[in-house]
């Protein structure tokens, strides 16, 4: 099992920067890949971000050169740092991790809102 705890939402305005956090606790030595997962109302949950154990890193299209993924091997935890956001980034964004048998945890999600 792997737990998977999100901080970092919040309100953002349009252009604004936000950074996510996700920390990994349990069976971690099974974690191949983690990444985030976006889930807009009335919308399917949808890759963002994802990065292996070996650093090899794919982004969602619309978020290249804005939203960047990393990973603390030694902490267990991914973030996604969002700049210049976009009036269709705003969602829940899930945290994710899959093991090396393809096995998919999620977190409980956090809220990205568009402040007026």
């Known amino acids: 099992q792997v737990q998977l705890v999100e901080s970092g939402g919040g309100l953002v305005q349009a252009g604004g920067s936000l950074r996510l956090s996700c920390a990994a606790s349990g069976n971690i030595f099974g974690i191949n890949t983690m990444g985030w997962y976006r889930q807009a109302p009335g919308k399917q949950r949808g890759m963002v971000a994802v990065?292996?154990?070996?650093?090899?890193?794919n982004y969602l299209d619309s978020v290249k050169g804005r939203f960047t993924i990393s990973r603390d091997n030694a902490k267990s935890t991914v973030y996604l740092q969002m700049t210049s956001l976009k009036p269709e980034d705003p969602a829940v964004y899930y945290c994710n991790s899959r093991s090396w048998h393809h096995q998919d945890y999620w977190g409980q999600g956090t809220q990205v809102t568009a402040s007026s």
């Open positions: 990065i292996s154990s070996s650093g090899t890193i």
